[in-house]
């Protein structure tokens, strides 16, 4: 089956402790990225890559790390999180360049105290 | 710059009603237009989507959506809403070439009403 996992699906950490977030899909998709989607304000790229070793800044990075060294994994990084960054976290994946339908996975729900 | 406007945050139906959500949209290039939808605790998933060919654009669970470039309008239309709509549905928007991200709209609830 055609997906996008992430992991964890809950997260709960205290401020300052690095976290992963880690995202596989299983579709050869060139292109992810990462949302974090905030009531009332929909949802906002973080991070992109086009391909393996290449990444990008989306509209809201700071605070934020990602690697993509395998086709398949786009891992986000927190490296010191703050209580700002309790959010919802959506990766998604596209084909390229065609990139007309974007798979998203099930979320992850972080809670930073 | 692409951006969307979804208009109304919360909108809620009777069950068997017409379900009229609206988007509009500003993009400098006729764009791709998408409608997502996600249900509680899950993922967004794609109902249907607008990339140049027919203006009238059908998607999954009976949901359609015009492309209106006169009003730059891309509305999600259901004839007749059924309780497991109700979920909370995203209008975004691309250009069609080049390495640009989806831009989402702020969402709009859709309570179905018994």
């Known amino acids: 089956e055609a997906q996008v996992t992430q992991n964890p699906r809950y997260l709960i950490t205290v401020t300052g402790k690095k976290l992963t977030v880690t995202c596989s899909q299983n579709m050869n998709h060139e292109y992810m990225s990462w949302y974090r989607q905030d009531p009332g304000l929909g949802l906002r790229q973080i991070y992109y890559?086009?391909?393996?070793?290449?990444?990008d800044k989306g509209d809201v990075p700071e605070g934020y790390k990602v690697s993509r060294k395998e086709k398949r994994n786009f891992p986000l990084i927190l490296e010191s999180p703050s209580p700002n960054q309790t959010s919802l976290y959506f990766c998604?994946?596209?084909?390229?360049?065609?990139?007309?339908?974007?798979?998203f996975g099930q979320g992850t729900r972080l809670t930073v105290v | 710059a692409q951006s969307v406007t979804q208009l109304g945050s919360h909108v809620s139906v009777s069950e068997g009603a017409l379900v009229l959500l609206r988007c509009n949209y500003s993009?400098?290039?006729?764009?791709?237009l998408f409608w997502y939808v996600q249900y509680p605790n899950q993922g967004l998933q794609l109902l249907l989507k607008?990339?140049?060919?027919?203006?009238l654009v059908k998607g999954i669970n009976g949901f359609e959506a015009e492309f209106k470039k006169s009003e730059t309008s891309f509305h999600l239309t259901k004839p007749s809403a059924h309780m497991s709509d109700a979920a909370e549905y995203f209008c975004a928007v691309r250009r069609p070439s080049g390495n640009t991200p989806l831009v989402f709209g702020k969402g709009t609830r859709l309570s179905v009403i018994a």
């Open positions: 607008y990339t140049s060919a027919a203006t």
């Open positions: 993009s400098s290039v006729p764009p791709y």
């Open positions: 998604a994946s596209s084909p390229w360049p065609s990139n007309t339908e974007a798979f």
């Open positions: 890559s086009m391909n393996v070793e290449a990444t």
